[in-house]
C-alpha cells in the first residue's frame, strides 16, 4: 500500500488458530454460523478456524524505516500460536533490523513486542521505541492487575514487559492519547483493548490510511459490533470500535488490522441495501 509518500508493508511473524465458537465472542448474542457467512471466506476452509495473523506493518518514507509493533518472536508459542518468521519477513523486503530507524507500538501484549529483544539484547539497535504512556505505566505497574487471561499469553518470564524492555530502556519515548508520534504518523486515542491501545493514522501528500491494531480481530467486530473477550475494558473497547467504525466509513479510508488473516487492507462499504460490509483492497 501507498499513502502518499509512505510505503506500507506486511509483515508476517506467524499465526494464532482459533475456534470461532470457542468462547472467544462474548455477550448475549456471539456470533452464530449465519452471522459468520458474510465473512467465511476468511476462515480456514480446512479446519473451520478463525485465523489470526501475527506480525509487524513497515512503514518506509524519506530516510524513515518504521515498525508498528514487532510480533510475537521466536519462542515457541504453545497450541495457539506459531509465529518467528518476522526476520524473513523483513529480509524478503529488503530490509535488516538495523535500518529500523523506530519502532511504534499499539499495545504491549505478548503477540505486538515479541521481537523487540532476543537473548536480552536490542533486536533493533537503531530504533527509538514509541510506546502511549498509559500502557507503558500499566505493563510495567507491579500494583496493575492483569485480566486473568493476560498470563496465559505470556510463554515464560522473558515475554514480561520488564524483562522484554530492559535492553531498551534508554530508547523509549513515551506519547499519550491522540499524538503525531513521526512526520505524517498520528497516533490516535483507541483504548479498550488495553488501557493505552492506540491507532495510527498516516498521512502523506493529502492521502490518508489507518493502522487499526487490535481494536478488531474479526471483520465482524468492525462491520457488527461483536463482543470479543480479550479485550480488558470491553464497554470502552466497542466505543473506540464504534468511533472509528463511522471514522473509516465517512471517510472512505483504507485501513489494515493487526490480525486480519494476511494483514491486507481494505475499506468498509455499503451495499445497495445500505448494509455495512468490509472487502479486501489489496
Ligand atoms: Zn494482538
Not at 518504521?66 to 506459531?82: E, R, S, Y
Not at 535500518?99 to 501484549?109: A, G, K, N
Not at 493476560?150 to 499524538?179: A, M, T
Not at 486480519?260 to 479486501?280: I, Q, S
Request: charged share 25%; net charge negative; glycine share 10%.
Amino acid at each position: 500500500m501507498q499513502i502518499g509518500d509512505i510505503r506500507i508493508d506486511s509483515l508476517i511473524d506467524g499465526e494464532a488458530a482459533l475456534d470461532p465458537h470457542g468462547g472467544i465472542f462474548v455477550g448475549e448474542h456471539p456470533p452464530t454460523d449465519e452471522d459468520w457467512e458474510p465473512y467465511k471466506r476468511f476462515l480456514d476452509p480446512c479446519t473451520g478456524q478463525m485465523i489470526n495473523t501475527v506480525g509487524s506493518f513497515l512503514l518506509r518514507y524519506g530516510d524513515r524505516v518504521v515498525l508498528q509493533d514487532t510480533g510475537m518472536g521466536p519462542q515457541p508459542g504453545g497450541d495457539i500460536f506459531a509465529c518467528g518468521a518476522l526476520r524473513s519477513s523483513m529480509w524478503a523486503h529488503g530490509v535488516s533490523p538495523l535500518d529500523v530507524t523506530d519502532i511504534i507500538f499499539s499495545h504491549l501484549h505478548t503477540d505486538h513486542i515479541g521481537w523487540t529483544t532476543l537473548n536480552g539484547k536490542p533486536y533493533f539497535p537503531n530504533a527509538t521505541i514509541h510506546i502511549d504512556r498509559r500502557e507503558w505505566e500499566h505493563y510495567t505497574n507491579p500494583d496493575s492487575e492483569l485480566e486473568a487471561w493476560e498470563p496465559n499469553l505470556l510463554r515464560s518470564d522473558e515475554d514480561k514487559v520488564e524483562n522484554r524492555f530492559k535492553p531498551v530502556l534508554d530508547r523509549i519515548e513515551l506519547f499519550e492519547g491522540d499524538q503525531e508520534v513521526l512526520p505524517g504518523i498520528n497516533a490516535m486515542e483507541a483504548s479498550g483493548h488495553t488501557p493505552g491501545h492506540s491507532v495510527l493514522e498516516l498521512s502523506s501528500r493529502g492521502e490518508r490510511g489507518l493502522l487499526i491494531g487490535d481494536l478488531a480481530h474479526s471483520h465482524g467486530e468492525l462491520v457488527d459490533g461483536w463482543e470479543f473477550y480479550f479485550n480488558r475494558d470491553l464497554p470502552q473497547a466497542l466505543d473506540a470500535l464504534e468511533r472509528f467504525r463511522g471514522y473509516l466509513y465517512d471517510n472512505r479510508l483504507p485501513f489494515a488490522a493487526a490480525h486480519f488473516p494476511g494483514m491486507p487492507w481494505g475499506r468498509l462499504v455499503k451495499n445497495d441495501a445500505g448494509t455495512l460490509g468490509y472487502e479486501v483492497i489489496g
